[in-house]
């Protein structure tokens, strides 16, 4: 990995948009930083989000209950593939097949994880909603879990619709672009674990990979994360930069829906999750990332305004619902994504360097 003293995940206090007495002029200011942002980084921390600490504790309690559970206890709730929902044991996945990329250990991700989504129930007003994509949640029965995890999904999904107000702003749009592709949004919430005991000692090699090279699929991604080292962005100078998230603020990335949106003017960020080791001993690293994905039925096109002789249209039009039904037939599934010629190249970039 070369060295780069210049790159830099910047933070931005979103509080104007929180605020419902926000000034306009102190709204313009974010909008602009979080355009510079996402066209040079595609990686946002922010503060100023509202998410209180007593919820973020009543999430990493639940999560801390759950991922305590024995082997055969956790994947009492494992659901079949084509089910975005409930348990993934560690190496049952493989982020970079989303991609239509093998892994480069050519072994699936180290990590466990925990699922639960917005289901048909979540929105009484949109009709018949199809199913595997706002399927029922599966509940572990440990103490407190789903009270804690139901609080902070709403919260995170508030904070999701608050961004896509600065997106609009940031983009020169209506607000109603967004709020209009995402009355129904697929929203799932993952909590991430890094399944090693904390402690043990480890040889570096590649049997160990916390999350292969991916992109997220939908719009933005809010995520909270352990101060620990790992997550990694691939950086416009082709090299990979550790991010670690400052005291009380949220990671917030772009998806492929974005970039597609935006004919690359905001590209989806490619990040992969190195093992948590420091000085050859693993450290206890958890993350929970709440995917905001828009309709399923919404049309992922990219927008007239940023088209022009010198910007060709660079994706065709595709639905929500296809383009992360492909994304997730290749991570949970392992059947090879075709579709995502793009991003696959920059995966292979970001390994010859």
């Not at 402690?199 to 909270?224: K, P, Q």
Request: include cysteine; proline fraction near 6%; charge should be negative.
């Amino acid at each position: 990995m070369k060295p780069d003293n210049c790159f830099n995940v910047p933070v931005i206090d979103i509080s104007p948009y929180v605020d419902d007495a926000g000034r306009d002029d102190a709204r313009g200011e974010v909008a602009v930083h979080v355009d510079e942002a996402c066209r040079e980084v595609g990686f946002i921390q922010i503060v100023g989000h509202g998410i209180s600490q007593s919820v973020i504790d009543g999430l990493t309690d639940a999560m801390e209950g759950f991922f305590c559970l024995t082997a055969e206890e956790k994947s009492s709730y494992r659901t079949p593939a084509s089910v975005n929902r409930a348990y993934s044991p560690p190496k049952s996945e493989s982020l970079s097949l989303s991609l239509g990329v093998e892994p480069a250990s050519r072994l699936n991700d180290f990590f466990e994880a925990f699922n639960i989504g917005a289901t048909a129930e979540h929105y009484p007003e949109a009709g018949e909603l199809p199913h595997p994509d706002y399927a029922d949640n599966v509940w572990p029965g440990t103490e407190g879990f789903r009270t804690g995890v139901e609080r902070y999904f709403a919260e995170a999904e508030r904070v999701a619709q608050t961004m896509t107000r600065v997106f609009a702003d940031a983009l020169g749009v209506p607000s109603s672009f967004f709020t209009d592709r995402t009355d129904h949004s697929l929203n799932v919430l993952r909590m991430n674990n890094y399944a090693l005991p904390p402690g043990t000692s480890v040889a570096l090699d590649g049997d160990l990979n916390g999350m292969g090279e991916h992109t997220d699929y939908g719009i933005v991604t809010i995520l909270w994360a352990d101060q620990v080292a790992g997550l990694q962005v691939l950086g416009a100078d082709g090299s990979w930069h550790d991010i670690q998230p400052v005291d009380d603020a949220l990671l917030i990335n772009l998806g492929d829906i974005a970039a597609r949106w935006t004919n690359e003017r905001w590209m989806s960020a490619l990040d992969r999750v190195k093992p948590p080791v420091v000085d050859g001993t693993i450290q206890r690293s958890r993350s929970a990332a709440f995917f905001f994905d828009g309709n399923v039925d919404a049309v992922i096109e990219t927008l007239p305004s940023f088209m022009d002789v010198d910007h060709p249209q660079l994706y065709e039009p595709v639905t929500v619902g296809a383009h992360i039904a492909a994304k997730l037939a290749g991570s949970r599934a392992g059947v090879r994504n075709i579709s995502a010629r793009r991003e696959a190249a920059r995966v292979v970039e970001g390994r010859s360097r």
